[in-house]
């Protein structure tokens, strides 16, 4: 299983991003899936989740700036952030919990995208 995230780069504050993530490989079910980021000197820390059937969580940091969704098909799940501050730079990471046989699910990770926003 792997996944791959995209989208980061580096955005002016007040500006947007959207960062897409896809699984791949032997996938049977995928649970909850999220993002993370991880700041120089911080702990890794939850954005967001949605679950398979869509319902969301969202950390006050960037909740009603943040939109997290998923297509179950397309095995995906992006997040768009908009009106970025300094602060939401980070090492972006999506993970998914991945299902195997039976009720038991495996978490895997992508490598993580650089977001900066410059002041």
């Known amino acids: 299983v792997q996944l791959v995230e995209s989208g980061g780069g580096l955005v002016q504050t007040g500006g947007s991003l959207r960062l897409s993530c896809a699984a791949s490989?032997?996938?049977?079910?995928?649970?909850?899936m999220g993002w993370y980021r991880q700041a120089p000197g911080n702990r890794r820390e939850l954005v967001a989740t949605?679950?398979?059937?869509?319902?969301?969580n969202y950390a006050g940091s960037v909740k009603l700036r943040a939109t997290i969704s998923r297509d179950n098909a397309k095995k995906t799940v992006s997040l768009q952030v908009n009106r970025l501050k300094p602060e939401d730079t980070a090492v972006y990471y999506c993970?998914?919990?991945?299902?195997?046989?039976?009720?038991?699910?495996?978490?895997?990770w992508g490598q993580g995208t650089q977001v900066a926003v410059s002041s």
């Open positions: 949605v679950t398979s059937s869509g319902h969301t």
């Open positions: 490989g032997n996938i049977p079910k995928i649970g909850v």
């Open positions: 993970d998914a919990e991945i299902g195997t046989n039976g009720n038991s699910y495996t978490i895997y």
